[in-house]
């Protein structure tokens, strides 16, 4: 179980006149995330989503507030306990090219968590990257080529690999599928649902289109100045969501959007 506790980020921005003025990013944040499930987080850009997301990994400390991992504030772990927090949440970030490391071949950029994070054979890893190459649908071809010799989708093929490879029990997609088309957005969603039913991962995409979320989750959560505003399960219905920013947000929804959702 992952929680976020009463979570709040304040930044302090400097003034014309050396004065620094407070804003808050992230609100007083609550909420749950159980293991299995597939949770959507929605909101505008600068809603205070990319800061809850590296609240949630522990990348930045909260101003208040927790994050639990299986009952165990995040922010209390040191050594190895640290480290080891990466076999149980990974993320999956918006730009694959950024995310992977230039000088790698497919191969090291997969096997990488392998050998940082677990105690294996090198024979033990090279089966490991082989099976995650086709649960990725990547041909084995591939292995040997650099970032810069994929393609969008491929890329983010290779970092969700990389992420999943050390079986974590949190997912964790940060606009991960924006700026792809279509097609390759769809593809890579209906590949997350059926690697989801056969590993049991729970999901928690954070993204600015609500498309997304409606295709993807089975709870949606909606965020907006630092709050979550509405949390609700959907199942097909677009009635559930009731705020007003929330019907806003579907409001926008425009044909191009909703061909994920043909």
């Given at each position: 179980m992952l929680?976020?506790?009463?979570?709040?980020?304040?930044y302090n921005i400097p003034?014309k006149?050396?004065?620094?003025s407070?804003v808050r990013?992230v609100n007083?944040?609550?909420?749950?995330l159980?293991?299995?499930?597939?949770?959507?987080?929605?909101?505008?850009s600068?809603?205070g989503k990319s800061a809850?997301s590296?609240?949630?990994?522990g990348l930045?400390?909260?101003?208040?507030?927790d994050?639990l991992?299986n009952?165990k504030s995040?922010?209390?772990?040191?050594?190895?306990d640290a480290?080891?927090?990466?076999?149980?949440?990974q993320?999956?970030?918006?730009?694959?090219?950024?995310?992977l490391?230039?000088r790698?071949?497919?191969?090291?950029?997969?096997?990488e968590?392998?050998r940082?994070?677990?105690?294996?054979?090198?024979e033990?890893?090279r089966?490991?990257v082989?099976e995650?190459m086709?649960?990725?649908?990547?041909?084995?071809?591939?292995l040997g080529?650099r970032?810069?010799?994929?393609?969008?989708?491929q890329?983010?093929?290779?970092?969700i690999a990389?992420?999943?490879?050390?079986?974590?029990?949190?997912l964790?997609?940060?606009?991960?599928?924006?700026g792809l088309d279509?097609?390759?957005?769809?593809?890579?969603l209906?590949?997350l649902?059926r690697?989801?039913?056969?590993?049991g991962?729970?999901?928690l995409?954070i993204?600015h289109?609500?498309?997304?979320?409606?295709?993807?989750?089975?709870q949606i959560?909606v965020?907006k100045?630092?709050?979550?505003?509405?949390?609700?399960?959907?199942a097909?219905?677009y009635g559930?969501?009731?705020?007003p920013?929330?019907?806003?947000l579907?409001?926008?929804l425009?044909?191009e959007?909703?061909a994920?959702?043909?």
């Open positions: 929680k976020a506790k009463s979570l709040f980020k304040n003034g006149k050396g004065e620094n407070l990013a007083g944040v609550d909420f749950t159980r293991e299995g499930q597939c949770y959507a987080l929605v909101g505008e600068g809603s809850l590296q609240m949630l990994m930045i400390p909260p101003s208040s507030g994050v991992l009952g995040l922010f209390s772990l040191r050594g190895r480290k080891a927090r990466f076999t149980k949440i993320m999956v970030l918006q730009d694959g090219k950024s995310a490391d230039p790698f071949t497919v191969y090291d950029s997969i096997s968590p392998i940082n994070l677990l105690d294996v054979s090198k033990r890893e089966k490991m082989v995650l086709q649960q990725m649908e990547l041909p084995l071809s591939l080529r970032v810069h010799e994929l393609s969008g989708g890329q983010k093929r290779v970092c990389r992420a999943i490879a050390v079986s974590p029990q949190f964790i997609f940060d606009e991960a599928v924006s279509v097609i390759v957005r769809k593809n890579i209906e590949l649902k690697l989801q039913k056969e590993r991962f729970a999901y995409f993204t289109d609500i498309d997304v979320a409606l295709y993807i989750a089975d959560m965020m100045e630092g709050r979550i505003i509405e949390s609700i399960r959907y097909g219905d559930c969501f009731t705020h920013y929330s019907r806003l579907l409001e926008s425009v044909p959007n909703t994920i959702q043909a």
